[in-house]
């Protein structure tokens, strides 16, 4: 809360946020906080000496409260190393094809040579 009220103005595009990984209890979790301000249609109730709001002195632009958005990350790590085991597959396939094929021109190319020499 404190980084919002210091950092997040209303007027910031995109819209000032703090975001953090944090694990728990072995899970890795996104936490994404953005700052929600008072707006000019907010303060005649907020200020009103007679409302229910325990501040009275609120301004346009004021953290009024944050938006809190916990993302687990399970799926998206499960689907990154599904997908990088994939590419690692593709490219050691690549890579065993070009030897093989590299192997067999040689000795392709060796062939040739010696059935030229007779």
Request: charge should be positive; glycine fraction near 8%; proline fraction near 4%.
């Amino acid at each position: 809360m404190q980084y919002l009220e210091t950092h997040a103005r209303p007027t910031d595009e995109p819209a000032a946020a703090y975001t953090q990984f944090v694990n728990e209890t072995g899970r890795r979790k996104l936490l994404y906080y953005s700052a929600r301000h008072m707006e000019q249609s907010c303060l005649g109730c907020h200020n009103d000496p007679k409302g229910r709001s325990p501040k009275k002195d609120w301004a346009v632009g004021d953290v009024v409260g944050v938006l809190k958005i916990v993302r687990p990350l399970d799926r998206e790590i499960e689907s990154t190393q599904r997908g990088l085991r994939g590419a690692f597959v593709l490219m050691g396939t690549t890579a065993g094809l070009l030897v093989i094929a590299s192997v067999a021109v040689s000795f392709g190319a060796n062939w040739r040579r010696r059935a030229a020499q007779r």
